[in-house]
């Protein structure tokens, strides 16, 4: 059983940086693709990052490219997103997700296990 606690959210200057992290407590971390999704109010979950199980492989929304990064540790069962050059529409809820495959998807509805959130807010 996949369990998905997210942590590393705040506010930060556009700018800025922070880095999330998703932890697994189920220890069954490196089986599942890992991805990143945001929803900011008002508006739909949107794909930012993804993961195959191993780390291998990546594939980003052309919003998160060049500034964000995707990556994991499966011994520590954990996942992260840094994020760098962060603008204020990146405020969101941020959320990990993970499938249990091998290959990552960028469609929400793909992915079974899902994190609580955290929040990111970034001022002007």
């Known amino acids: 059983q996949v369990q998905l606690v997210e942590s590393g959210g705040g506010l930060v200057q556009a700018g800025g940086s922070l880095r999330l992290s998703c932890a697994d407590s189920?220890?069954?971390?490196?089986?599942?693709?890992m991805g990143w999704f945001r929803q900011a109010p008002g508006k739909e979950r949107e794909f930012v990052a993804a993961?195959?199980?191993?780390?291998?492989?990546?594939f980003y929304a052309d919003s998160a490219k060049g500034r964000f990064t995707i990556s994991r540790d499966n011994a520590k069962n954990t996942g992260y997103l840094q994020m760098n050059s962060l603008k204020p529409e990146d405020t969101a809820a941020y959320y990990c997700?993970?499938?249990?495959?091998?290959?990552?998807?960028?469609?929400?509805?793909?992915?079974?296990?899902w994190g609580q959130g955290t929040q990111v807010t970034v001022s002007p």
């Open positions: 189920g220890r069954t971390f490196s089986n599942y693709a």
């Open positions: 993961s195959s199980a191993s780390g291998g492989r990546t």
């Open positions: 997700a993970a499938r249990m495959s091998d290959i990552y998807l960028t469609s929400a509805s793909r992915y079974n296990y």
